[in-house]
């Protein structure tokens, strides 16, 4: 197995892992917006309730939500691996530098990532860690439970709708979430199309609709996840 | 015809001897010819430094018609300075304008180190050709042109890659210090061609190991290197050398 040690470690190597993962992360963003669109239904979070509990309980869910986890720690922790030994390859910086011909963004995946990191930790704190373990504060947020009629039996379940709602009329929280999406899409804008050049995937026939569908995707999912807290800010819906 | 003539002045690195760890020093020259390469403006601003017994400036150089690959200069912030797809022998001082300040750096990254002033030590691709980039299966005598078919788009890539003179402007451009252009041109343009598509899985487990080795950075696809490539080598090359790479070590019984 020396071999395939020397392989994760290698340039090409790390590299994979950050594509793969990166790619995974990817494939996640449009579930978790399918879920999260649901907010907007202005149905009192019925809809938003019934999937919330849903994904608390379902054993799939379950476990790729641990898959999840590791896959995002994996990435954080080999794309500052990746920093640190190319800071480390790189020799004194140039008295003057213009770097004219590349990105904002593909230079700044570290820092865009590192963002994105703390907004995961502030965000699992709001929503998911509120979900499982912290104290309801009924004076803030109302009851707790909240009972629904589902396929015609009553059913309770815990009421994340009215948490979100809350948090979302704070607007440092509103801002924090749509200023990470900004950085997601950055993030995005250079990762997407670069996932697939480090696998090699680069086909004169394949590579433009790549790079369209990336800078699509890179725009279009951070700003229907944007919407979300300024409309509930707004008061567009909840309330 | 009168020669147009321009006044500049240059901020020049030196490094060794009186300079020590190295500083940018202010030097200003007059009725530059526009038709001077920037080289032959240093050999200018040189034959002015001796007459004032002062030290000359260290810059390599050998050709000077473009192909060679030996000079560098990174000039007001780019490798080979600002013409697209030029050395800095065969960039001229045209493209620059009377009273322009001119910033000019060695090559800088940990696996090219200063020797002095303006140059560095390039060996470490040397160490990356040597590790694999050539062909040792016998392939007899010069073929008939018609004994080995090759399509024309093939020779074609194969030859744009091959155009790499491995000068490392790719690497004085990456903010990473990758060599992950130069490694590919090379394997690009071997494993493309008949003769050396036999050992091209060996190949290229063997200088992505020895470019690893050397200490240069990683590729992440900012692609400063294509653009600043005086040779405007593409970054398809990575993206063959990551395929090639991923299907020799993992699915061949290869093993460099």
Redesign the interface.
């Known amino acids: 197995m020396n071999?395939f040690i020397?392989?994760l470690t290698?340039?090409?190597?790390?590299?994979?892992i950050m594509s793969l993962t990166g790619l995974f992360l990817i494939l996640f963003l449009p579930v978790h917006l399918v879920g999260n669109l649901q907010l907007l239904m202005n149905d009192g979070g019925e809809a938003f309730n019934v999937y919330a509990d849903m994904m608390g309980h379902n054993a799939f869910i379950q476990f790729t939500a641990k898959g999840l986890y590791f896959f995002i720690l994996l990435h954080a922790v080999q794309g500052v691996i990746?920093y640190m030994?190319?800071k480390?390859?790189?020799?004194?910086?140039?008295?003057?530098?213009?770097?004219?011909?590349?990105?904002w963004a593909?230079?700044n995946?570290i820092w865009l990532g590192l963002l994105l990191l703390i907004f995961i930790f502030i965000h699992m704190g709001d929503f998911w860690f509120a979900m499982k373990f912290q104290e309801w504060d009924q004076a803030e947020l109302g009851r707790e439970m909240i009972a629904y009629n589902i396929e015609g039996q009553s059913v309770e379940l815990k009421n994340l709708y009215a948490k979100v709602n809350y948090s979302f009329t704070n607007p440092l929280i509103v801002g924090v979430y749509v200023l990470s999406m900004v950085g997601l899409m950055f993030h995005l804008l250079?990762g997407f199309?670069?996932a697939f050049?480090?696998?090699?995937?680069?086909h004169k026939k394949y590579t433009p609709a790549i790079e369209l569908l990336g800078k699509l995707y890179s725009i279009i999912i951070p700003l229907a996840f944007a919407i979300i807290p300024i409309l509930h800010y707004a008061g567009v819906v909840g309330k | 015809m009168a020669e147009k003539t321009i006044n500049i002045k240059l901020k020049v690195w030196r490094q060794g001897g009186e300079f020590g760890g190295g500083k940018l020093v202010d030097y200003s020259l007059d009725d530059v010819g526009t038709d001077m390469s920037f080289l032959e403006m240093f050999d200018v601003l040189n034959e002015k430094l001796i007459a004032e017994k002062k030290t000359p400036v260290s810059f390599e150089h050998d050709c000077r018609e473009g192909i060679c690959g030996t000079c560098s200069m990174v000039i007001n912030g780019q490798p080979h300075g600002p013409m697209k797809g030029t050395t800095t022998c065969q960039l001229h001082m045209r493209s620059f304008n009377d009273g322009d300040t001119i910033v000019v750096e060695p090559f800088r990254a940990k696996s090219f180190p200063v020797i002095r002033d303006l140059v560095v030590d390039r060996s470490s691709f040397d160490a990356i050709i040597q590790a694999g980039g050539y062909i040792s299966v016998n392939t007899g005598q010069a073929q008939d042109a018609n004994a080995i078919p090759v399509e024309k788009d093939v020779s074609d890539a194969a030859f744009d890659a091959a155009t790499c003179i491995g000068c490392g402007a790719c690497v004085a451009a990456c903010p990473n210090s990758a060599a992950m252009l130069f490694t590919s041109a090379k394997v690009s343009h071997l494993s493309t061609l008949p003769q050396g598509k036999v050992e091209s899985s060996k190949r290229v487990q063997a200088m992505v190991n020895q470019m690893d080795k050397e200490g240069f950075g990683m590729c992440s696809n900012i692609k400063a290197c294509e653009a600043e490539c005086p040779k405007e080598i593409s970054v398809d090359n990575i993206a063959l050398m990551n395929r090639q790479y991923l299907a020799s070590v993992l699915g061949s019984d290869k093993q460099a």
């Open positions: 071999w020397q392989f290698s340039s090409i190597g790390r590299k994979l990746i030994k190319n480390n390859a790189s020799g004194q910086k140039y008295a003057k530098s213009t770097n004219a011909n590349a990105t593909s230079k995946m250079h199309a670069s050049q480090t696998l090699g995937l680069n």
